[in-house]
């Protein structure tokens, strides 16, 4: 591998100091692999009253916000998506990502039908599955365990925190032992999984944000996604937010948090996303994250600045 220059951080060739997963898969891959959202028409166990109703506070999955037509099949979302990332980066590899709402919330022969789908466009080298922690039945671990085996699969699960008295707040209806079982679980099977979680959630203070950091550093996580919360039009924390009941991060507050969370984690963790993504017109707060590239250049200047780097104080794993 090549170091970049003047970046003592073994897993790049240019200045971050963190493992991203563009470095990663084109190591693996051998070029560009993009992500591809898609929709698949599910809900949520959340939503539908059969966990909860309303949804966690933060999400706007009920407005429709996410991408991809479920109206569309797999296929002819694909291949919007797909033309659409042409014009800037060209033709590469992909990887179908099922985002919307919670994907294994379904029958298996549903799943198996999108996800055989996905696999038939053309260059793809792998999927994603995005859920809950409480969502995984017995059945579709096994199935998940076969689409494994057939491709470079990752299931992505949101704990958003390890906080249960926060998830209770955000009504997130499971807790952090949940995500705990499920991760032992797809961890059993061989299947690679990805934690979600959420910094500036309201009543967090940067001591409980490091506390999810340093539990997720511990275990054998493939990959993780660190969001920067966002106040989205429509949810129940954006009339938290419009009663002045918390505040949000400020750029400097979200960078050195974010900063000092990479420093515990382990240098070969994948790290997938460092920031949120606010749909311009529902974001209400905060306003600064809409420049997503300011943000990437700030967490890079801080690490360089203080001569960090992803796992430059990661204690091992348990
Ligand atoms: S579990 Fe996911 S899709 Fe369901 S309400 Fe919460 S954030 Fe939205």
């Known amino acids: 591998m090549v170091v970049g220059v003047d970046n003592p951080f073994r897993f790049s060739d240019t200045n971050k100091r963190y493992l991203t997963q563009s470095y990663y898969l084109k190591q693996r891959f051998g070029q560009k692999v993009m992500k591809i959202s898609l929709n698949g028409g599910f809900t ?7 966990k909860g109703t309303g949804g966690c506070a933060f999400c ?17 979302q694909f291949e919007d998506i797909r033309r659409s990332l042409e014009p800037k980066w060209g033709r590469g590899l992909y990887i179908p990502y099922f985002q919307s709402n919670t994907n294994t919330y379904c029958t298996v022969g549903k799943l198996s039908r999108l996800t055989d789908e996905a696999l038939s466009q053309p260059d793809v080298v792998g999927l994603a599955i995005s859920t809950r922690p409480d969502c995984i039945s017995d059945d579709m671990l096994s199935f998940l365990s076969e ?44 299947i690679l999984f990805c934690a979600h979680i959420i910094d500036g959630l309201p009543g967090e203070t940067f001591d409980m944000m490091m506390q999810t950091a340093e539990a997720m550093a511990k275990l054998p996580l493939h990959s993780i996604k660190i969001h920067l919360l966002h106040v989205l039009k ?7 937010y ?20 990479l420093e515990v984690l382990p240098p070969e963790l994948i ?16 306003l600064w994250s809409m420049k997503k590239f300011v943000v990437l250049n700030e967490i890079d200047k801080y690490l360089a600045s203080h001569g960090s780097m992803q796992g430059i104080r990661y204690r091992g794993g348990v």
Request: with cysteine.
């Open 44 to 50: 949520c166990p959340n939503i539908d009253g059969t």
């Open 60 to 76: 706007s999955a009920g407005s429709g916000r996410f991408a991809g037509d479920p109206h569309k099949s797999i296929t002819e």
């Open 147 to 190: 689409l494994s085996d057939r491709t470079y699969l990752t299931v992505e699960l949101g704990v958003q925190t390890i906080h249960d008295s926060t998830a209770v707040m955000l009504n997130r209806c499971h807790t952090y032992g949940d995500f705990l079982r499920t991760a032992d679980r797809l961890y059993s099977k061989g």
């Open 234 to 240: 429509g949810t129940r924390l954006a009339d938290s």
């Open 242 to 261: 419009m009663r002045e009941e918390f505040s949000v991060m400020t750029l400097e507050d979200y960078v050195e948090t974010v900063c000092s969370q």
């Open 271 to 286: 790290i997938q996303r460092l920031t949120g993504d606010g749909a311009k017109g529902e974001l209400i707060a905060p």
